[in-house]
């Protein structure tokens, strides 16, 4: 099993869970041509990918559906309000013969040798979600797009073998940067991202023994910095009410426009 990002950021995510029998994507909001490199690495093309399941309609999370679906016939999942906001897109034109499979949040997908259970997480969007991914007795977490966490958060999360997590912003860099207001309370508000200190709280209740590593993704471009990213969450891990260490894991920061180093299991 195989776990990777191909590109997380502010600008587009897309992430790569596959066995050998089964892959899919998580996201394509990066360009075809990128999602296409970043499968390439993997000894994979588009033609391999059994499904795209999609966390929510914003364009960094499915810019490049359009592309993808006018040559490939590859299966969408998502929730009911999700295929509606990406069906309201200014792409909608372009994927009307698509295959959206509606999901529902804590309902389990079998999907080959995997099982796909979608979560709720809280992000300005129609019906967005996290994912939790089963196969060969592991489970992995992706999690972006959270404007907070909460207990059911963290008991969905527990558990992981691997985690992506967000690390979005430093808050003092958004609070002194150049957005303006109304979008710097939006970012720190209940329904936008998480900061880099909330997602090393976050993490330092979701270590545990089972963990083999962590990427921190969907990093803001104007708002963060992969060394302040890395740094903080390290630090709160460090500091943490928790037996761990930052170097019991490998803590990668996921790459914005090219594939992150592979977990494997």
């Known amino acids: 099993m195989r776990f990777t990002s191909i590109a997380s950021g502010s600008s587009g995510n897309c992430t790569y869970i596959g066995s050998q029998s089964t892959h899919i994507l998580i996201d394509a909001g990066t360009s075809k041509k990128k999602i296409e490199e970043g ?55 372009e994927m009307t013969n698509s295959e959206f499979i509606p999901i529902l949040v804590d309902k389990e997908i079998t999907l080959g040798d995997m099982v796909i259970n979608p979560m709720t997480i809280s992000h300005d969007a129609l019906e967005p979600c996290g994912y939790r991914v089963y196969c060969e007795g592991k489970k992995i977490g992706v999690a972006t797009d959270l404007g907070c966490y909460t207990d059911y958060t963290v008991e969905c999360l527990s558990n992981c073998d691997a985690l992506l997590l967000e690390a979005n912003h430093d808050v003092r860099m958004l609070q002194t940067g150049p957005y303006p207001y109304v979008l710097k309370r939006r970012i720190l508000g209940d329904t936008g991202h998480l900061s880099n200190d909330k997602s090393g709280e976050l993490l330092c209740k979701l270590l545990n023994d089972k963990l083999q590593g962590i990427f921190l993704g969907h990093l803001s471009k104007e708002n963060n910095l992969p060394e302040l990213a890395y740094e903080t969450v390290r630090v709160e891990i460090e500091m943490g009410d928790n037996p761990f260490h930052a170097s019991d894991f490998p803590l990668i920061v996921a790459n914005r426009t090219e594939i992150s180093p592979v977990l494997s299991f």
């Open 39 to 93: 499968l390439r690495a993997l000894d994979l093309s588009l033609a391999d990918i059994k499904a795209i399941f999609v966390t929510h309609e914003h364009t960094d999370h499915i810019s490049a559906l359009h592309t993808i679906l006018k040559k490939y016939e590859i299966p969408i999942y998502a929730t009911n309000g999700t295929i509606t906001g990406i069906r309201n897109s200014d792409k909608k034109n």
